[in-house]
C-alpha cells in the first residue's frame, strides 16, 4: 500500500451539492466519506457491508473532521483510506479525499465498531478481516491529526435537559424520513450535520461578524466555514423518529469560534448525536479566512454558556 492509503472511491462535485458560499456543502463531504467508508470496507474483506442483506457491518462512532481545501461544482475528487487502529470489535479508520493533485481536501478519522447488522451487537474481528487491515495500516499524516479539537475519550453531557439549562438556542426541530435513512432503517450520518448546516443560521444571526472597518469603508461580504468537527453518534434514530437540534457557542479567539451542537429526542430527552466544531469567518470575494472584531468576539464570550461540551 502507498503512504497515502488505498483507492477507495472517485467522484466529482455536483452544482446542487454547493451552497450559498459557493463551495460543496458539509453535509456532501460527509456523505462522500460514507461511499468511500464502503470501498474501505470492501478492502477490508466486507464487501456487502451496507448491503440490505449483510449479517454484519460497520457502525459509526465517532468522526474527526478537517476541511483543508475547498471544492467547487465541477471538481473532481478522490479519496483513499487506511486503517490507524484496530482493536477488538472496532477500529479507528482513515479516510482523504482529494483534489486531482494529490492535495488533500477533507479527511476524516472515523471510530467504526464491527456490528451484527440487525442489533448493532458488537463482535470480533475474523482473523481473515484481521489480516487485510494489518495490510492497510498506515500513521496519521499531519494533515489529518486533530489541531483545534481533542480526541480523548469523552462521555457526552448532551440532553434536553441539560439543553434547556445551558440556555441553547433550538436551530432545527423536525422528523427523520425515509429518504434520509440507510438500508438498515437508521439515519445516515451525514443527515445530522446536514441538519445543523440547514439550521446553524438561527444561531449566527442574518450577518456573519467580520473584521472592524473604518468610517466609510466598505464591508467585506462575509461567509461562514467549518474548519474542523469532532462528531460523536450516540444512538441511531429511525424514520418516524423526531429530532431537535440545540446549539451553543463554546469560546471564540479572533480568529475561530467553538461551536456545540447537539441533536436530541424531543419526546425523551436523550442524545442522538453531539458535535464540536471550530467556526470561522470567511470573506467571500477574497476566499481567505479573516479574523473578526474585538466588539464581535465580546458578544460570543458573553454568550458562551460555562460548562458547554460535548
Not at 451552497?19 to 466519506?33: I, L, Q, S, T
Not at 462512532?61 to 482493536?87: D, K, P
Not at 470561522?280 to 454558556?305: G, Y
Request: hydrophobic content about 45%; glycine content about 10%.
Amino acid at each position: 500500500m502507498s503512504d497515502e492509503g488505498v483507492e477507495v472511491w472517485s467522484g466529482g462535485v455536483n452544482t446542487w451539492e454547493c451552497d450559498e458560499m459557493g463551495h460543496m456543502n458539509v453535509r456532501f463531504w460527509v456523505a462522500k466519506a460514507q461511499e468511500g467508508l464502503a470501498g474501505l470496507a470492501a478492502e477490508l474483506g466486507m464487501p456487502r457491508a451496507y448491503a440490505a442483506n449483510s449479517e454484519a457491518t460497520l457502525i459509526v462512532r465517532e468522526q474527526h473532521i478537517r476541511f483543508l481545501r475547498e471544492a467547487h461544482a465541477g471538481a473532481a475528487l478522490r479519496m483513499t483510506g487506511g486503517v490507524l487502529e484496530l482493536g477488538e470489535s472496532d477500529a479507528r479508520l482513515l479516510l482523504v479525499i482529494r483534489h486531482p493533485d494529490g492535495q488533500p481536501a477533507a479527511t476524516f478519522q472515523i471510530v467504526v465498531e464491527h456490528v451484527t447488522s440487525g442489533d448493532l451487537r458488537p463482535f470480533p474481528w475474523p482473523g481473515r478481516l484481521r489480516a487485510r487491515a494489518e495490510a492497510l495500516k498506515m500513521a496519521t499524516p499531519a494533515f489529518a491529526a486533530a489541531r483545534s479539537i481533542d480526541l480523548s475519550p469523552v462521555n457526552s453531557t448532551a440532553s434536553l435537559e441539560r439543553a434547556l439549562e445551558l440556555g441553547l438556542k433550538r436551530i432545527g426541530l423536525g422528523a427523520i424520513g425515509p429518504s434520509e435513512c440507510d438500508v438498515f432503517g437508521r439515519m445516515r450520518p451525514e443527515i445530522f450535520i446536514g441538519r445543523v448546516s440547514d439550521g446553524v443560521a438561527r444561531l449566527f444571526g442574518e450577518h456573519r461578524p467580520g473584521p472592524a472597518t473604518t468610517d466609510g469603508e466598505a464591508p467585506p461580504r462575509i461567509g461562514g466555514a467549518v474548519l474542523e468537527y469532532r462528531v460523536l453518534h450516540l444512538a441511531w434514530p429511525e424514520a418516524g423518529d423526531r429530532v431537535e437540534l440545540r446549539s451553543g457557542f463554546a469560546g471564540c479567539d479572533a480568529r475561530t469560534r467553538r461551536v456545540i451542537h447537539w441533536m436530541v429526542d424531543p419526546e425523551s430527552g436523550r442524545a442522538w448525536a453531539s458535535a464540536e466544531a471550530v467556526v470561522v469567518s470567511f470573506d467571500l470575494d477574497k476566499r481567505k479566512v479573516v479574523d473578526i472584531s474585538e466588539e464581535a468576539q465580546q458578544a460570543f464570550r458573553a454568550a458562551s454558556p460555562e460548562g458547554l461540551a460535548l
